[in-house]
């Protein structure tokens, strides 16, 4: 199986707001089967769904270090039900955004709801990198980029980084063809 290309930005899709799943069928297996494969072999600790180019309400994670065993979770369709008032500050990173990292501000402890690979309802209360990596991923869902938790100055530089980087790659690619 070919690994599915992360997308980048400034691709427009990262924008979009995904979709609910309505039923966690084949498809959606399949999906999240892709998106383990795609966020292990880049390596990552989360993927949404859109960075694959898929706009539907899933997010894989794996926070496990790597001496200790593996332990994917799936999170499908998510809500945010109670963040705390304290806030905590983290270097974050995208694999949209590769070699960038930041410092961003979020609530340092969070509830979610959400839906199981079984089509089961949970609810996780999470502290730590899982409370970022969640809201990281539930950004993504609603087209929010942790840059976006950032300065305008700093955003604007790696956006237009980024730009310069994807017309090049582009110029590059048309040369390649004749
Ligand atoms: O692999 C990732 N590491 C990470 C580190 C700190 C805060 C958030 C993340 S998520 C990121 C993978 C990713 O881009 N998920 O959308
Ligand atoms: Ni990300």
Known sequence: MKVRDIILLPDKRLRQVSKPVAKVDAA???????????MYAAPGIGLA?????????????DLAKKEQPSDPRVIINPELVWESDELGTY???CLSIPEYYEEVER????TVKYIDIDGKPQEVEA?????????????????????DHISKLKRDR???KFTKAAKQAA?????SKD
């Open 28 to 38: 959606a297996r399949k999906l999240v089967a892709e998106m383990f494969t795609a």
């Open 49 to 61: 769904a859109i960075q694959l180019g898929e706009p539907k309400r899933i997010i894989t994670l």
């Open 91 to 93: 270097e974050e990173g």
């Open 107 to 110: 609530p340092k402890a969070v």
């Open 127 to 147: 502290t730590g990198l899982l409370a970022t990596a969640l809201q990281h991923e539930i950004d993504h869902l609603n087209g929010i980029l942790f840059i």
């Open 158 to 160: 790696v956006i237009k």
């Open 171 to 175: 110029k590059d690619a048309k040369r």
